[in-house]
């Protein structure tokens, strides 16, 4: 395959093994928000949320890796989630899928940006705008301008970083306070950390998980590597990456447990900044700050590849036939304006990463259902499929003034489910009807 072949930017040279797989998807699914979210929930949940959010990605990625075979089975010539939803779906509903995706495409990449530019902000004495333009063209050019092959040959340095990270910090960590002194500390000033008997953090579990596998399910990149991941080790590769994910999380909450021991703190925000003042190695700073900066610039390049890769291959290329050097054009100029709205976006909204994603975990939550009707159902599916998701959506928004947000997220998946289950078991009795008449 040349390089000015655009399905060279779509999905590289080559077809990954389990190795080079599970980095990949490693590469994707550890971001700024991972940085943010963990100590957040942990201080919000206590160790029950913290191990609860570690949970969520790992049984996300595993339950996705079991569909990955059957997707590769029965779709192996495609490479793209647009290119399934063509199959699968009428005009009608792919154009309502497609513009379902593409809001919470824009809305992703939004929410890891945000992210990027607190993180940023906490680690570098620079205004917001400053820090977002040089990150932003740093992820332009990678997965922007320079496709799969480009994300992939970062990927690598990107995971040694962050690991290292989590595994050398916490341990010289420990090795200077040791952990009894924290255990101590902990149970004397936050002693609702370790308070596992939290009903309000097992909610919080089992809706994460539901959010978590809503987000894979229609993750554009994660389907992408789907058809460049060799078929016979996709199970294996996304449950691999599910169980090294969850040490991720972890190992973040770890640290935080360490800045907080034995004494109070100001604001959740702040003590990833503390975590930097209480590093008393130069190499350790900077290695902190490369895992930050590897994280949050592999996590967008992939959404901001896997997004123009939708808008070109599924939705321009719909609507008319594109030469090669089109689509090579296109690529510069939807990547560039997206990175420009983030930039514009980020400098004047900067709300919390973990707000956003469960305000737009009803959209998640009502999207597995339908999902799952695509990629297992034999027939060709009529728009209420996807109509059901918005229906979901909306009757989830419609009950917030009324019940808590995270009780909304189950109301929108029950909805779009009934609405699914209602279609199947119409259409099984009247296939049975045909078949007796």
């Known amino acids: 395959m040349k390089k000015t072949d655009f399905q060279y930017y779509i999905g590289g040279a080559f077809q990954l093994g389990i190795g080079f797989g599970v980095v990949s998807l490693l590469s994707r699914w550890v971001t700024g928000n991972t940085i943010l979210s963990s100590p957040e929930t942990l201080i919000k949940y206590g160790l ?109 340095i990107n995971v040694v970083l962050i690991f ?109 900044f503390e975590l930097i003042g209480k590093i008393n190695s130069t190499l350790l700073i900077v290695l902190f700050v490369l895992f930050c900066f590897s994280a949050i610039s592999s996590a967008i390049s992939a959404e ?37 709205l983030l930039l514009i976006i980020v400098s004047i909204l900067p709300p919390s990463p973990i707000e956003l994603l469960f305000f737009f975990g009803n959209i998640y939550a009502s999207m597995i259902v339908p999902m799952l009707y695509i990629i297992l159902g034999s027939k060709t599916l009529p728009a209420l499929i996807p109509l059901a998701s918005i229906i979901g959506t909306a009757g989830g928004f419609a009950a917030l003034p009324i019940t808590e947000n995270i009780l909304t997220i189950w109301i929108s998946f029950s909805l779009s489910s009934l609405i699914c289950l209602s279609y199947f078991i119409y259409n099984l009795l009247r296939t049975k009807l045909t078949m007796n008449v």
């Not at 949320?49 to 990625?61: H, K």
């Not at 779906?89 to 497609?98: A, N, Q, S, V």
């Not at 973040?252 to 004494?263: E, H, K, N, Q, V």
Request: contains cysteine.
């Open 48 to 156: 029950t949320g913290g191990i609860g959010y570690s949970l969520m990605g790992a049984l996300a990625l595993i339950l996705f890796g079991i569909l990955a075979k059957k997707i590769r089975d029965r779709f192996h010539d495609h490479q793209t989630i647009g290119d399934v939803l063509r199959e699968r779906l009428t005009p009608r509903g792919y154009w309502f899928m497609i513009s379902i995706l593409l809001v919470i495409s824009l809305h992703s990449i939004f929410v890891q940006a945000m992210g990027a530019g607190i993180l940023l902000h906490m680690i570098f004495p620079l205004p917001v705008f400053s820090g977002m333009v040089f990150f932003l063209l740093f992820c332009f050019f990678i997965g922007g301008a320079g496709g799969m092959q480009r994300i992939h040959q970062l990927a690598g």
């Open 304 to 340: 901001l590849h896997a997004i123009v890769t939708l808008i070109i291959k599924n939705i321009a290329g719909m609507l008319r036939p594109l030469s090669n050097k089109e689509k090579w054009g296109f690529t510069y100029l939807f990547s560039g304006a997206i990175c420009l």
């Open 164 to 272: 290292s990270a989590v595994i050398i910090i916490p341990v010289y960590f420990y090795i200077q306070e040791g952990v009894y002194p924290v255990y101590e500390g902990i149970k004397l000033y936050h002693p609702y950390i370790l308070y596992v008997k939290n009903t309000e953090a097992i909610l919080f579990i089992f809706t994460a998980i539901l959010i978590g596998f809503g987000q894979v399910i229609i993750d554009r990149a994660s389907w992408q590597r789907v058809f460049i991941i060799k078929k016979e080790k996709l199970r294996i590769t996304f449950t691999l990456a599910g169980l090294i994910w969850a040490t991720i999380p972890l190992a973040l909450s770890s640290l935080i447990m360490i800045i907080i021991f034995g004494r109070s703190y100001d604001s959740i925000s702040s003590l990833l």
